[in-house]
């Protein structure tokens, strides 16, 4: 065999001698494989059957004013119609029982009616009606502020709508007239209304939504914890004293753990899309050629920041706590909980640096749109891979080097 | 440019494990002197400083084709450092490091292939089995599939492993652990050796058996550089360096080395009673004459056989009867505590002067 051809296998046997090993080593720890392998499908499992995604109405008292002639059954007010996002649990005079309620968070709204409205609209003055709330969630805060002033507005509207009606029928016995009836009161009440129309291929459910965000994730999530441990195990238990004998390059040693790992990632990728799919119901519109590109290249960018944290960490110890800081970071700032648009522009790179921020826009895109115009998105996957391992190979190449 | 000094020792120390008659004794070495044969390793006055730590000072020897170099010395005498700068881990901070005629911090690929290394810990894979452990070692060294699979099945019967083949590395025992390092060292059918301490903790047959081992791959004509603490294990080896803390105390066969400690060959003698000695010094061929009891003595000479009849009728003019002659064959852990501590008296050279 001449030179080139013997040097391409004996690098072709090194390389893919770490594959083995590597899947070896995984199967052999039933331990880590159950957390690494049935840990994410569990929690897939966990959030597709458990999380509802339906805001719970808020739990609502309304206080009446004193010698009040309006009914004091709860019941009574949900035959006026649908009250959007309010329970009513109670009705009564006692604004302090209530207040004391609210204090203890047994209930979350407290709705004051006004004691003199229509003598208050007769002299040309608005009522007020009091709304209180014992909130620090900022995020339920706004909820209960946007609730509260739809509910107004539904109850001006509702008040137009009757002034409108007595009116015409005073018209009408007054004047004779019939032309004043032509506009209806809720109409005039209410001149405009939306029509809504989504211009995407499905209206998911909100764990259909979100199930390829927690694909992207759990991938990530695994990708990097797998690898993470690697060389800090080799470094540590001394193999990396051989490899620096042998001859074997860290470009050998590295493509071989991306190799392995990536198989075992991919692996994993496609067992959690299949239970996607076909146990929690969530389409796949776009082409599966381009979903398991996008699967590949965020495997790709994970194992690399799994094996970069691995060559940095000085101890297994160090290199866990690293993974759930990416983990972390990836909560926060990848679009899975918090809009990226809401963050500052430069804090916006930092999220575009971690792989599953791009994971989660691109899969979501191809599963529930059908494809992606962000497909600058898939680039800068890649380059992030490319970058993670260049990096990696570099680390590599200096933690290898003779001291 | 680091300081370059010439050791003292250099010029005497080269020796040839053909000179060794005590390595022909034990198991004839087919090594000859080095002017003849190649040099494997080499380091000269080579140097090793961790911060302000020295952990290797000046160390200059060589090891021809064929020979097993046993490095010899107590628990942080500088072995290990000395064995990873040949294996091209540590680059020493002064002075020159040669294997297989290259630098081995600069190894090529093919010089790589050459080597075989069996660290002192146990560093292999203890969810892989014995022979996946070997296998991936060979792959490591680039032997293909099918040599591999020969290979991994030759080095476990060589070292006794081939029932266990199938058993996880971490739940073998320590003697088999090692075992099976030494399978990985072998796997490639390295030319040189490094072996780190091969026999720590390992029962003494096991110890012998290993020994049998690297004596059968010497005659094949590899070269092995073997540490260990084991003064003992200096009788196994052509050719015995002596380190203390980092520095090269000796550099000898093992049969020389008891020479250099003693200052000559020692004559053993027991009298009927007590007899003036002082003349005995005098004799042509001996160097010093001392009581050990109060009817025994040791008579050093240059040649214990040649000494012995003029000893014993010089013994009988003074009027002394000996009643038990004997070469007296000191054991290593003696030679080389004695040289150790001629060192650290000052006598750099670890020579015998054979005034003791």
């Known amino acids: 065999m001449t030179e080139l051809p013997l040097l391409l296998v004996k690098t072709w046997v090194r390389t893919t001698s770490f594959i083995g090993k590597e899947l070896t080593e995984c199967v052999r720890r039933p331990g880590a494989l159950f957390s690494l392998v049935l840990g994410p499908f569990l929690i897939m499992a966990l959030f597709g059957l458990g999380y509802s995604g339906q805001r719970r109405p808020l739990e609502t008292v309304l206080v009446l004013p004193p010698g009040s002639t309006l009914p004091r059954d709860a019941s009574a007010y949900e035959q006026l119609g649908p009250v959007g996002g309010l329970r009513l649990v109670q009705v009564t005079e006692e604004l302090e029982g209530a207040r004391e309620r609210l204090r203890r ?25 009091g709304i209180e709330f014992n909130q620090i969630d900022p995020i339920v805060g706004n909820y209960v502020r946007f609730v509260a002033y739809r509910q107004v507005q539904e109850l001006n509207a509702k008040i137009i709508e009757l002034a409108a009606g007595e009116g015409q029928q005073y018209a009408i016995q007054a004047l004779g007239s019939q032309e004043l009836t032509r506009v209806p009161p809720q109409v005039i009440a209410q001149p405009t209304r939306a029509e809504l129309r989504n211009l995407a291929q499905t209206t998911p459910a909100v764990v259909t939504y979100f199930a390829p965000a927690v694909l992207a994730l759990v991938l990530q999530h695994m990708a990097v914890t797998l690898s993470a441990l690697s060389m800090v195990r080799e470094r540590l238990g001394g193999a990396m004293e051989l490899f620096r004998v042998a001859p074997v390059t860290p470009m050998e040693i590295l493509v071989g753990k991306y190799l392995g790992y990536g198989f075992l990632s991919v692996l994993i990728a496609a067992l959690g899309a299949a239970l996607l799919v076909f146990g929690l119901g969530v389409p796949l519109l776009g082409d599966p050629a381009w979903f398991a590109g996008v699967i590949l290249l965020l495997s790709f960018a994970s194992l690399g920041l799994g094996l970069l944290i691995s060559i940095l960490a000085d101890s297994e110890r160090q290199a866990v706590q690293l993974s759930m800081l990416v983990l972390l970071a990836s909560v926060f700032f990848s679009g899975f909980v918090l809009p990226l648009e809401e963050f500052l522009p430069q804090v916006r790179w930092f999220a575009y640096a971690l792989p599953v921020t791009h994971g989660i826009r691109l899969l979501q895109d191809l599963m529930l749109r059908g494809g992606t115009y962000a497909d600058w998105q898939i680039w800068a996957l890649a ?10 190979a570099l680390s590599l190449r200096k933690s290898m080097a003779h001291a | 440019m680091p300081e370059r000094r010439t050791s003292r020792l250099a010029p005497v120390l080269h020796l040839a494990p053909a000179m060794s008659g005590a390595a022909a004794q034990t198991t004839p070495s087919p090594a000859p002197a080095h002017g003849r044969t190649p040099v494997v390793v080499s380091l000269d006055d080579a140097t090793k400083e961790f911060d ?7 160390v200059t020897l060589q090891v021809a084709r064929g020979t097993i170099l046993g490095l010899i010395g107590p628990s942080g005498s500088g072995k290990t450092t000395i064995v990873r700068m040949l294996t091209g881990s540590l680059a020493p901070t002064s002075g020159q490091v040669r294997v297989l005629g290259e630098d081995p911090t600069r190894y090529r690929r093919r010089t790589r292939e050459r ?12 969810d892989l089995t014995a022979a996946e452990n070997v296998s991936f070692v060979a792959a490591l060294f680039g032997l293909y599939w099918r040599r591999r699979s020969r290979r991994v099945r030759e080095v476990l019967d060589l070292v006794q492993l081939s029932e266990a083949r ?38 003494p047959i096991l110890r012998q058996k290993i020994w049998a081992e690297f004596r059968r791959l010497r005659d094949e004509g590899r070269t092995l550089f073997v540490t260990t603490q084991y003064v003992g294990e200096a009788e196994y080896c052509d050719q015995v360096a002596l380190l203390a803390e980092g520095q090269l105390v000796a550099l000898a066969a093992p049969e020389e080395m008891r020479r250099r400690a003693l200052g000559g060959e020692v004559i053993e003698l027991e009298l009927s009673r007590p007899v003036e ?6 004799l042509d061929g001996v160097s010093a004459v001392r009581w050990t009891g109060p009817r025994t003595l040791q008579v050093v000479a240059e040649s214990a056989g040649d000494a012995t009849p003029r000893v014993l009728q010089a013994i009988a003019r003074l009027g002394g009867e000996v009643v038990r002659s004997r070469e007296h064959r000191p054991t290593f852990d003696e030679v080389f505590a004695r040289l150790v501590a001629r060192h650290r008296a000052g006598d750099g050279e670890g020579e015998a002067d054979g005034d003791d």
């Open chain 1, 105 to 129: 968070q047994e209930i979350d709204l407290i709705v004051i009616a006004p004691a003199d409205l229509e003598k208050q609209f007769r002299e040309g003055r608005q009522s007020e009606i």
């Open chain 1, 383 to 392: 380059a992030v891979g490319i970058g993670l391992f260049l990096v990696s």
């Open chain 2, 52 to 58: 302000d730590v020295r952990a290797a000072s000046h």
């Open chain 2, 115 to 126: 080597i075989g290394y069996m660290p002192q810990q146990f560093i292999l894979y203890p």
């Open chain 2, 166 to 203: 199938d058993r996880r590395a971490g739940r073998l025992s320590g003697g088999m652990q090692r075992r099976l390092e030494l399978a990985c060292a072998l796997v490639h059918e390295p030319a040189v050796m490094f072996v780190d301490e091969p026999t720590a903790g390992i029962d």
């Open chain 2, 277 to 282: 000695t002082a003349d005995l010094a005098n």
